[in-house]
């Protein structure tokens, strides 16, 4: 079994509407969390820590589940410029972080 | 630019050949990864440092691959022999070690591209 496993997509949506992604992760020890955002052919950029009462920054809010160990995404009214892929990123009850395939999403004027 | 710097960014290289790649991680930070990425997966952990010290290595890599961190700044990774199954991007992260979940952030470079053909 992955250490941490993401729907790749590709998710396709308007502009201002709403979609969430999921990840669920394997390691029960696991103790970090994160939402990394990469841009075609950059390198992954930090979107938010994911938290343990849950969190959100503007237009997205993360969320924990370690009863059922999973972590969720949402981006509210979304942008053009939100088209990306999306990695769910989770520490192995160490210091190797495990990267998820990563989601895709494109946002469609 | 006080990020991560990595260089080369592209390398093109023969089967057979060794190559190096350099990461200049931010300056403060005493944390060091190395991920490999190839095209629709998430990157994926090769080694991490700790200052100068190797403190783990993903058991898939082979003994191709090394990794230093000499004085505790830049870190180097080598590939010998190099196979076409290498072809990947490499990214290198850094962090900074605190308390709390703020000391796991990891800041990537814009990675090494190579192609071994």
């Known amino acids: 079994r992955k250490e941490v496993e993401q729907d790749p997509g590709p998710f396709n949506v308007p502009e201002g509407a709403t979609v969430a992604f999921n990840c669920t992760y394997s390691?029960?020890?696991?103790?970090?969390f994160f939402w990394y955002r990469q841009d075609c052919r950059k390198e992954p950029k930090l979107l938010m820590s994911?938290?343990?009462s849950g969190n959100e920054d503007g237009r997205f809010t993360a969320q924990l589940n370690r009863a059922s160990q999973y972590i969720s995404l949402l981006i509210r009214d979304s942008k053009l410029s939100d088209s990306a892929t999306y990695l769910c990123?989770?520490?192995?009850?160490?210091?190797?972080?495990?990267f998820g395939t990563g989601t895709s999403l494109t946002v469609i004027p | 630019d006080t990020g991560v710097s990595q260089n080369p960014r592209h390398k093109i290289t023969k089967r057979g050949q060794n190559v190096t790649f350099r990461c200049d991680p931010i300056?403060?930070?005493?944390?060091l990864y190395w991920y490999r990425q190839t095209l629709g997966q998430g990157p994926e952990f090769l080694t991490y440092?700790?200052?100068?010290?190797?403190?783990?290595k993903s058991r898939l890599l082979s003994d191709r691959f090394s990794a230093e961190r000499p004085k505790g700044s830049f870190s180097t990774l080598e590939i010998q022999r190099t196979e076409q199954g290498d072809s990947a991007m490499y990214l290198c992260?850094?962090?900074?070690?605190?308390?709390?979940?703020?000391?796991?952030?990891?800041?990537f470079g814009a990675g090494t591209r190579l192609s071994v053909l």
């Open positions: 440092f700790q200052n100068e010290a190797q403190l783990e």
């Open positions: 990123v989770v520490n192995g009850g160490g210091n190797q972080f495990y």
């Open positions: 994911v938290y343990s």
């Open positions: 390691n029960s020890a696991s103790q970090s």
């Open positions: 992260a850094s962090s900074l070690l605190s308390f709390g979940p703020l000391g796991s952030i990891q800041y």
């Open positions: 300056s403060e930070h005493n944390r």
